[in-house]
């Protein structure tokens, strides 16, 4: 039985984590110090809902909890909000939006600031999602800033990825037809009482035969919860199936792992001496910035590039 106790100690444990105070093995033995995680043998499903600003992916969310508690199922979300790469500030108004369910102990929310993930998730997300797992929650709900291919980072963390979009929003649909296709489960209209719903439906079913993929294309009002119980059914028959996203998942992540190392190495030369000595020069315009690029980039071991 999940209650508050729960919501303040797995709270406390992701902030540590998203704060760097400690790590998921940190934050995880922190958790069972404060009375222990309560997860049996069965995990967690993991839903990922992303698409682009404005699509009212968040009310979605809020009426998936009315759903899936009607059923009884715990539900935790993560909410991962756009934030200045300035200033690191974030809107966080999700949990405004979902305020109505602030009360239940089977349901918990957090929002997270993106800061610097160009992906769209927190660099936090995938430990919460553990912890919030570990916690016993049946249902983690990961909602995600933004649409394109920088997005498919949601593929690392989501078992069921449902992309949202909104009728006549034909940027939208060129940045889904950029990478998205690849990684979604569930195709979602929302607002689908706008003009052209019916046409960005069927663009979508267009899209989804050329990818040879079977994935739903679904209508919804979440505003006032139509189409909903269909969207709950996909989504339980896609949780109780055999065909898991574990593949993708493990893919994914070693990119990302690789990706990552890159970075790192790519940041250390940049603060050695002699990258110093190149971006000095630059500065006294004895290079061009390719020029420089290049000098770097032969530091790091890779090849300069003709400009």
Known sequence: MIGHRVHRDLARAISAVENGITDYRGALAQFAAFGGPVRGDRRAD??????????????????LIEGFRADDATVAVIAVDPSSPFTHGAVLGDRVRMQRHAG?????????????????????TRDAVRLADEAGFDIVIVETVGVGQVELEIVAVADVIVVVTVPALGDGVQAIKAGLTEIADIFVVNMADRPGANASAVDLKHMVREGKRDIPVLQTIAQDGTGV????????AKRNGDDTNAVRAVRFEVVRRARDEAV???????????AA????????HELTRNDAIDALALMLGGPAHAH
């Open 104 to 124: 239940d102990p089977g349901v918990f929310i957090r929002s997270m600031a993106s800061r610097s993930a160009g992906g769209g998730l927190a660099p936090a």
């Open 277 to 284: 000595a190149v971006l000095d020069r630059l500065r006294d």
């Open 46 to 63: 993991v839903i990922g809902i992303t698409g682009p600003p404005g699509a009212g992916k968040s009310t979605l969310v809020d009426r």
């Open 229 to 236: 119980s269909e969207l709950l059914e996909v989504l339980n």
């Open 264 to 274: 790192r190495r790519a940041l250390a030369t940049l603060d050695t001496h002699d």
